[in-house]
């Protein structure tokens, strides 16, 4: 199709994820991870990995699902929000061409982490940038690691849309799901919807084990009345559902100094006047 083509100059909505990008061929979207190529936005993330290590899962954060166990970890490049503390920006914001890549077609993956079983590995999970706006990726790896008896476990914000997240849910074992914050202004200012989250999180959590991170940085997401409001929230879907609150630590394009041990401690007795389960991490 020539770049002048009135095919070329339509523009395609991306379906993935709440941002929708439009997009004309050959653009690439938000995310660096997706491109409208032939009339549809494909995934150009797939089979690539930037990084990969045989993790403690509770390095996930997962603290209650195979506890003292590992887990085979694997992060490709891109992601749709934007958050300026983010704490992996050099693969989450990476440009395609600009990172080194392994190629690992998904059943290579499960071979390895099958091959990994005696060292401890339960598993394989997705994680290090948002691995759903490469979904078709981790779909395709774990409909085949379900089969070898693998545990899947996805570690994202959570910004995917209903259609693909539905697609998804009876793969994956468990999930650690990123509560950026409990305001809409919050999430706007990160680029995403705290809607979106909060319902990805309800769904996950009718289908598999579920475990919520909140990041608590300093202006953002530490006020006293919105980690409440979020504790109840998650308490209205499962008040054992484990909440992380970790200490935030400056990254990227941050500069507030790192979170204070003392607010840490009285987020988390808000948040257990709710939630049975609630971890303190980064400490
Ligand atoms: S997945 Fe990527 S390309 Fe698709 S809408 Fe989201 S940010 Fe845009």
Known sequence: ????????????????????????????????????KNGEVISISYNRITAFA??????????????????????????????????????ARAKPDSIPTRYIAPIELVGLALSMKDEGNCGIAFTYNE???????????????????????????GQLTTR???????????????????????????????????ETIRRAAAHAHVEVTTLVVPGLSDDSKEMEAEAKFLASIDPQLPLHLTRYFPRYRSTEKATDIALLHELRDIASQHLDRVILGNV
């Open 164 to 198: 693909f997240l539905e697609e998804l849910l009876p793969l994956i074992t468990a999930w650690n799901i990123d509560l950026k914050a409990f305001s809409e202004q919050a999430y706007r200012r990160l680029g995403g919807d705290l809607e979106t989250t909060k």
């Open 54 to 91: 045989l993790d403690p899962i509770e390095k996930k954060p997962l603290s209650f699902f195979r506890p003292g166990e590992k887990i085979l970890s694997v992060g490709s490049f891109g992601c749709n929000m934007n958050c300026y503390f983010c704490q992996n920006y050099d693969i």
């Open 131 to 157: 691995p759903l706006v490469s979904y078709e990726y981790v779909r395709d790896t774990a409909e085949i690691a379900r089969e070898q008896g693998l545990e899947t476990v996805v570690v994202t914000n």
């Open 1 to 36: 199709m020539s770049a002048n083509s009135p095919a070329a100059q339509l523009q395609i909505v991306c379906p993935v994820c709440t941002r929708h990008c439009r997009l004309k061929e050959g653009d690439i979207g938000f995310c660096c991870a997706r491109q409208a």
